[in-house]
């Protein structure tokens, strides 16, 4: 085997098997509450809550631990604007043709259009990039590995995080997300993956019923 610099694992905790067991019933009943809200209340979040947030995500996989994330949380109110305009500008034409009729199908049930007002209301919204070359060090140059699966991993748990502190969050992916390189002021290097919006729920938040329909372990494991 090739050698390599490592160190004790020296954090690993070991549970009971009892403990396991409550352990992970009590995670499951805590994140089957994760809901995706589309109606925000204006409450600001504390600064450092979103940073440890985005420490937590930082903490993901990646392909040769080249980290290829970059996330931008965005308070301030004009640039906030900014994103709502461009958002908004480019779902139009999504609404209005560019998706196709079974696409918009699968939407109606959610009840989404082009009005994105919570873009300009929450507090927070963090803007998701992938990078295609990096590594460990701000200066490194290297081919990233396994870019989109990395920054899907470390964005679930963002997201994860950001609900265990007591928020509610929306994703959001505006077609094409390009505009977000030019108002978050990134580079070419980066890949706009997802806008994530993070406050908490105005008092007249919904949940839609289809949303509230999930599939049954069945469905989606098998063990063999």
């Known amino acids: ?29 805590q994140v089957k509450r994760r809901h995706s809200i589309r109606s925000f209340s204006d409450k600001p979040v504390d600064k450092q809550v979103i940073e440890n947030c985005l420490k937590a995500a930082g903490t993901a996989p990646s392909g040769a631990n080249h ?20 958002a908004e ?23 989404t259009d082009a ?9 927070w919204l963090i803007a998701i990039f992938s990078q295609k070359k990096g590594g460990i060090t701000e200066d490194d140059k290297n081919t990233n590995y396994y870019v989109h699966e990395s920054v899907g991993i470390a964005t ?5 995080a950001l609900h265990n502190a007591g928020l509610v969050t929306l994703t959001h992916t505006p ?6 390189n ?3 002021q990134r580079g070419d290097n980066e890949r706009a993956y ?10 007249d938040a919904t949940v839609p019923a289809h949303a509230q329909v999930k599939k049954s372990l069945e469905d989606i494991a098998t063990f063999l």
């Open 194 to 203: 997802m806008l994530l919006i993070a406050g908490y729920p105005s008092e």
């Open 89 to 111: 500008f480019h779902e139009r034409g999504f609404y209005e043709g560019r998706a196709g009729e079974e696409w918009l199908g699968a939407l109606k049930d959610l009840g």
């Open 175 to 180: 077609k094409p997300m390009s505009f977000l």
């Open 182 to 184: 030019k108002v978050c």
């Open 115 to 123: 009005n994105k007002p919570y873009l300009e209301h929450a507090p």
């Open 156 to 160: 679930g748990i963002l997201i994860t």
């Open 67 to 86: 980290q290829p994330w970059h996330f931008v949380a965005v308070n301030s109110a004009d640039i906030k604007k900014q994103i709502r305009e461009q």
């Open 1 to 29: 085997m090739q050698q390599h610099d490592s160190s004790p694992l020296t954090d690993y905790v070991e549970y009971s098997e009892d403990e396991m067991l409550n352990r992970s019933q009590s995670f499951y009943n």
